[in-house]
Structures are given as C-alpha cells and as structure tokens.
C-alpha cells in the first residue's frame, strides 16, 4: 500500500498534485467541493511548514474550461485562509524562479499542467518518468504528494511520472477517497448491500452492475438507465422529445446487455413502478409504469410510490453505495427520487459512500450535510473505475517500493 503524510517529515520542498477541475462558466472558474476537500491537505503541509508547491489540471485543450489556474490559486486562498501564490508556468524558468522563493510555510501553485505538450498523452509511467517536464521540476523537491484521486485513473505525466523519480506519498483526499472507494469491492459485509444506481450513462451502469452483482443484493435503479431496464422489462418508456438520441442511441448499444442482465439478476433488480414527468402546465405529474401506453413522454424522475418501495429496502441495509441521480434533480420538480433515497440514507447508520454524477450536489442542495453519510466522493470517472474494481495507475505507481 501507499505512504501517507503521516510517514513524511515535516518542513520539505514538497511537490503537490491535487485535482482542481472545475466548472467554468463565461471565464469565471465556480468554487466546489474540490477546494474544500484539497484544502484540508494543503493547510496541513503549511501548517507543517512544508515549501509546498501545488499542480493541477483544468479542462482538456480545446475546450471552453480550459483555462488557466490563475483564479484557482484565489479560491484555493480563501478556503485555507492564507495566500497561495500563483505563477503562469509549469516547468520553465519562470516557474523554477518561483519554486526557489517558496518559503516554509508557504504555498505556490503552478500553471494548467495540461498546458504543458509532454502532460496529456496516455503513455506509461516510465515513459513520463523521463519527460523533461518531470525531470526537470523534480530536481526542486524532495517528496511528491499526490492528493489527485479523481484524476488517478489517467496516465499523465504530474500523476504518474514523479512517483518514479521522487519518495511519493498519498495525500489526504487520496487516502479517504481510495478507501471509501474500494470498500464495497474490499470489505464484507454481514448485512445487506444495496446499490442506487441512476444517472444518464447506461454503459457505466452496466459496468458497475455486471462487476458487483455478487456484492450487492438489491440494485435500486433510476435516471435514464433505469428507464432503459423498463423499456427492456417491455414497458413503452422512452424520450421522445429532447433528450430521445441519447436514449435511442444507448438503447441500441447496450440493448442486448440489459437485456441479459435483467434475465440473470431478475431478483437483485428494483425498477420504478411510476415515473414523474413534465404535464402540460409545467407541474410534476406521475403515471404508473403500467399505465404507460405509448412512448411519448420525456421522464425525469421516479415516481413518489417508487420511493416508497426503495426507502425499506435501504433502511434495512448494512451498507448504500449511490452511483448516480434517480432524476434530474437540478430541477426541484424532479429531484423527489434522489433526495429520497439520500434521506432515507441519512436517516440509518448504514456504511454510505455517495458517488456519481454530481450526486453530492443534491445533498448540499436540498438541506442535508455530508457527515450525514460515511463518505461523499469528488470523483467522476475514478469513482467509476473503483467500483468496477479496475486498478487506478496514479494509485499503483505510489504504491511501488
Ligand atoms: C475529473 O474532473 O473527473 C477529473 O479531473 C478528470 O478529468 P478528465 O476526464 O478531463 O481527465
């Protein structure tokens, strides 16, 4: 396994990656959950007086989030209540420079790692090892941290490359989440396993399904993947209006799959008996899935008697794993599946990691905390890759000897 902070000592020039990616809107980068959680990490290393300097990644190149860090390195100030420093380099003479002013105690971060040509290409670790980017930056440290789990299943140089050149330890965010993360593939459970599976991408909800179909009992399904089940149960469910290639297309990909799956796990499978949609005046309306006659409505939500039949199930759990949102609950009309389930969670003391999507925001959203449940994870595709058991590269290369 990984080294922690807790085998590091204290006052080293430490070379931190931590994974900032963030929503932008109009140029203007939005705080989240990210800067809150990396920022327990960071404000330990300059509590411990650590030189520490900070590297992250923003949006992919040709994308309207690809952006500099610079607004980072403000919000990042305002969440540890201390000046992070920011240079608009990665590993040239500037940011070099500004590495060699980082006093003890002192934080700096450095430029859109995916800003630099020899970050992005998936190439292995040794490969990374060698860029002139690592080699370069590595000569300034003594230890590298890596805080970036939601970024840990990717082959880039800030995530792969400096485990093999400096000591490397797992910060704080990559310890809590890796545990929590892998607890549902790791640990036994003597009671009930129960996983809320939504969200708007079959493929991942298959993935998962077919990975932890002998670990988990009841599998609660919503979103778009749940009305796939439906519609592969015989039910008429289907987009016609807005959203009807994504559903069409996933249809046809994945029909043969779900239909399978549903034939194998008849008995671990909870589909929704009603569905709520959009009526004719903007309010939330249900129908029964049974009373659906014909595909013409867009759903956005399970029906308020599905969450009747899946809270139970989840009171009596010994552990709830969430991978995705049961509607669209951005909008309150049709956040009646999600938010249910998540109660009904927080309302047991069952072992819970919430996960998905952007599930974690409906919990801030509609009133609950997250010391409410036993984990909330940040990642996206990582999440994803733990619950279907694959190796996260970031991770093994830190657990080298
Ligand atoms: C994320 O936001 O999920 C991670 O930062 C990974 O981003 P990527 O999918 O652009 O590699």
């Known amino acids: 396994s990984f080294k922690t902070l807790d085998d590091l000592d204290d006052g080293q020039r430490v070379l931190v990656r931590l994974d900032l990616n963030s929503p932008v809107e109009d140029g203007e980068v939005q705080d989240n959950r990210r800067f809150d959680r990396h920022a327990e990490t960071v404000a330990e290393l300059a509590d411990r007086e650590f030189q520490t300097v900070l590297m992250a990644h923003q949006g992919r190149p040709g994308r309207d989030t690809f952006v500099s860090l610079e607004q980072h390195a403000d919000i990042l100030a305002d969440h540890i209540d201390q000046d992070v420093g920011f240079v608009a380099d990665t590993f040239g003479d500037d940011a070099i420079a500004a590495i060699d002013d980082v006093d003890s105690g002192e934080v700096l971060l450095l430029e859109n790692t995916r800003m630099c040509d020899e970050e992005l290409p998936e190439e292995d670790p040794e490969v990374k090892a060698e860029t002139e980017f690592v080699q370069t930056l590595s000569a300034e440290f003594d230890a590298y941290v890596n805080d970036a789990y939601s970024a840990a299943h990717r082959s880039h140089a800030s995530l792969v490359g400096f485990p093999l050149v400096l000591p490397a330890y797992a910060g704080r965010v990559m310890e809590t ?3 929590a993360n892998t607890a549902i ?6 009671g009930n396993v129960t996983m809320v599976v939504g969200g708007t991408k079959a493929t991942d909800v298959i993935d998962v399904m077919s990975a932890l179909d002998e670990k988990v009992d009841d599998f609660l399904l919503g979103g778009i993947a749940g009305e796939l089940f439906l519609r592969a149960d015989g039910y008429p469910v289907g987009h016609d209006v807005g959203d009807m290639d994504l559903f069409d297309e996933q249809w046809e990909a994945n029909q043969a799959k779900i239909e399978s799956m549903l034939a194998e796990h008849r008995d671990q499978i909870s589909l929704a008996v009603d569905l709520a949609y959009e009526d004719d005046d903007e309010n939330r309306a249900e129908i029964a899935v049974d009373e659906i006659e014909e595909k013409t409505q867009g759903f956005l939500d399970v029906g308020s008697e599905t969450v009747m039949t899946y809270s139970p199930i989840i009171r009596e759990s010994e552990a709830v794993f969430v991978k995705g949102a049961l509607g669209l609950f951005e909008d309150e009309r049709f956040s009646v599946g999600t938010v249910g389930a998540l109660e009904a969670i927080a309302a047991t003391d069952c072992f819970s990691v919430v996960g998905g999507g952007d599930t974690s925001r409906a919990i801030r959203m509609y009133g609950m905390t997250e010391e409410e449940f036993s984990h909330v994870s940040i990642a996206g ?12 590269v970031g991770i093994e290369v830190l657990a080298r000897e």
């Open 177 to 179: 989440e890796y545990e």
């Open 381 to 392: 595709g990582a999440y994803i890759s733990a619950l279907t058991g694959q190796e996260l």
């Open 185 to 190: 593939a790791e640990k036994e459970f003597d």
